[in-house]
């Protein structure tokens, strides 16, 4: 990977990390606060448990996390505990002797195994059979297994990573996850952000998908910036999987060099600026100038409109842009 660059852009930071085939791009204070506590993770060995919705990057966080880490010379290899009964993903993550069951033809080396050396990513985690539950507890624990049907310990060194897209609180208390695994899993705990919630990502996230997946030299080549401002608005409860999937019907059904707000999905199209603006308990000041800020210079066509609502001079406005890193907010 191994390579981290950041790119002026208007006053503000573009920061990027190339994680395998992908890139993460940022400048949200939510993601640079996520990509601050990777680097701190990926200098220790601890279980970490990402949280976050469907779709919004938890797996490739989990690769930087490796790749930036000491084991980076070894495997990642990923596996969604929820595409998988108890038995198969017990058989999977395990191994099997030959003659372990009817159709054990012959041995078969499971994900612990072939993660030695490396990480063993589990996504969904909260999808585990319970049965499975505390046999995954004791790898963590002596760092041990033995095949399905083997009786010899089988020694791994692996960092494990766990994923879910639930509260696992609330799968403790209904009885539905162990507690002592979940803690276990929960050394370090990393919450993904929604894509709604560190908008001045979407450009640049448009971007970066529309360049890997236009046609080689074809349409289109950029977003015009009312449909940069639909996409900042829409929600995305899909997130950044949704994000790539609009894109990549885009560069399928738009053929005019520059996407507008015509060629958007109805639903994007539609997408209007919310005008309540929610103040988090937990804020500072400067976090509540910056949102403040933020929401005015989407709302209103140009930031003299903006300062004029705001009650303040435009000279002003535009040096708190400045401070705040907002330039590209505006349009």
Known sequence: MRSSRSMKAADQTVSTLRVGADEILYRSPEMRSVMATVNLIAQSDVSVLLLGESGSGKEVIARAIHELSARSAGPFVPINCASLSGDILENELFGHERGAFTSADEQKQGLFELADGGTLFLDEINEMALVVQPKLLRVLERREFRRVGGTKKIKVDLRIIAAANVDLDTEV???????????????????????????????????????????????????????????????????????????????????????????????????????????????????????????????????????????????????????????????
């Open 173 to 331: 208390r209904m009885h539905r996850f162990r507690e002592d695994l979940y803690y276990r899993l929960k050394v370090v705990t990393l919450v993904m952000p929604p894509l709604r919630e560190r908008r001045e990502d979407i450009p640049e996230l448009a971007r970066y998908f529309l360049c890997r997946l236009r046609r080689n030299g074809g349409q289109p080549a950029g977003f015009s910036e009312p449909a940069l401002a639909r996409l900042r608005n829409y929600a995305w409860p899909g997130n950044v999987r949704e994000l790539k999937n609009v894109v990549e019907s885009l560069v399928v059904m738009t053929s005019r060099e520059v996407v507008d707000v015509q060629d958007l999905p109805p639903n994007i199209r539609a997408s209007t600026i919310p005008s309540e603006l929610v103040i988090k308990v937990g804020m500072t000041m400067v976090e509540i100038e910056r949102e403040i800020l933020r929401r005015y210079l989407e709302a209103y066509p140009t930031k003299k409109a903006a300062a004029k609502a705001l009650g303040i001079g435009l000279r002003t406005l535009h040096a708190k842009v400045k401070q705040h890193r907002l330039n590209r907010v505006s349009r």
